[in-house]
């Protein structure tokens, strides 16, 4: 039952970009609508751009129970290996949704709905408000390099991560007044792996998961250390022919290069990471960066940030961990979102 608001408002859901880790927005609309929360505009960027069109075309229950059975087997064979215009084609999972959405036009969803993608050649944001549905999906999930460039009205179209993760101002534009947006790269370099379960570590204030202001103990403890001892000697900086090289290519702590404290191999038990792993790492770094950037210009009203560190982009087939998190991560911002809206 939806719950009373003190004023009417247009509420937007802003579902951002992480592959498979997107499985998350299941959990956080599923958490959202028991709490008698329905927005009326969403939009996406990349797989939130997937989950938010079936979301819109009212096929959340399709979706769950679709995810909830993929293996990695599946995931593997979805993905259609190629050569040509990115390492993956994508073209066999898209084949399963145009079926479910059977032809639908962006204008046909039950609510409206904009997906995010990038124009290749310039970098610009594009969002997509009308058209067909399957066509915009497949552009905002067009990872650079993995799957194949979309042709759409005369440019070539990628991933819309590229360009706004986290698409709150699209949500703005679709005169939303109170904006709920779920981030899904707010932690995701920590490396830790939900295996299997919700992750149980203590989370921030709301408070300080708004502010992001980082705690003080590092510079009180460095207050606090005796300074009898002498200070650290500088590094010896690296040159030729008496001028020095860059300081990105000085060594980071002392001793110069082929000095015992310089490393200039990796650790025999250190293993190269695969070209997929380098990939999917430098994904990762880029989403952060580019999330924050955007989001520090144009915050949401509420941000939603599930705990998604151990989940890789290709991890498809651990849905339902993805899921839980979401449900997690909406139930414990729930206070601050009914205060935004005004609700009793």
């Given at each position: 039952m939806m719950m009373n608001r003190r004023r009417a408002q247009r509420v937007?859901?802003?579902l951002g970009g992480g592959a498979a880790r997107g499985w998350a927005h299941i959990g956080a609309i599923r958490a959202l609508e028991e709490a008698g929360i329905k927005p009326d505009v969403v939009c996406g960027t990349s797989i939130g751009a997937l989950v938010g069109a079936v979301y819109a075309n009212g096929d959340l229950d399709w979706l769950e129970e679709w995810v909830g059975k993929l293996t990695w087997q599946t995931v593997v064979r979805l993905l259609d290996l190629r050569l040509s215009g990115g390492l993956?084609?994508?073209r066999k999972v898209i084949d399963i949704f145009a079926k479910q959405f059977?032809?639908?036009?962006?204008?046909d969803l039950a609510m409206p709905f904009t997906a995010v993608a990038t124009e290749l050649d310039t970098g610009r944001e594009v969002w997509l408000r009308d058209g067909s549905v399957v066509d915009a999906v497949r552009a905002s999930i067009a990872i650079p390099g993995l799957f194949?460039?979309?042709w759409h009205d005369g440019v070539w179209l990628v991933d819309g991560g590229l360009s706004n993760p986290v698409p709150v101002s699209a949500a703005r534009a679709m005169r939303a007044d109170t904006v709920i947006a779920v981030d899904l790269n707010h932690d995701i370099l920590n490396g830790r792996d939900l295996g299997g379960t919700?992750?149980?570590m203590p989370r921030e204030t709301p408070a300080d998961a708004v502010d992001g202001s980082l705690p003080e103990a590092r510079s009180e403890v460095a207050a606090d250390e005796s300074t009898d001892e002498q200070p650290a000697e500088p590094p010896v900086l690296l040159r030729r022919?008496?001028?020095p090289f860059p300081q990105w290519l000085q060594p980071s702590g002392p001793g110069t290069l082929g000095g015992p404290d310089v490393r200039v191999a990796p650790p025999p038990s250190a293993r190269v990471p695969s070209m997929l792993s380098s990939v999917a790492q430098s994904i990762d770094i880029m989403q952060v960066r580019i999330t924050r950037s955007r989001l520090a210009g144009e915050p949401a009203d509420v941000l939603i940030?599930?705990?998604l560190g151990g989940m890789g982009i290709f991890d498809f087939h651990r849905a339902a961990p993805a899921i839980a998190e979401g449900r997690a991560a909406?139930?414990?911002m729930l206070p601050a979102i009914k205060a935004q809206l005004g609700m009793e």
């Open positions: 937007g859901l802003v993956l084609g994508g059977n032809g639908c036009a962006i204008d194949t460039p979309i919700i992750d149980t022919n008496g001028k940030q599930p705990r909406v139930q414990y």
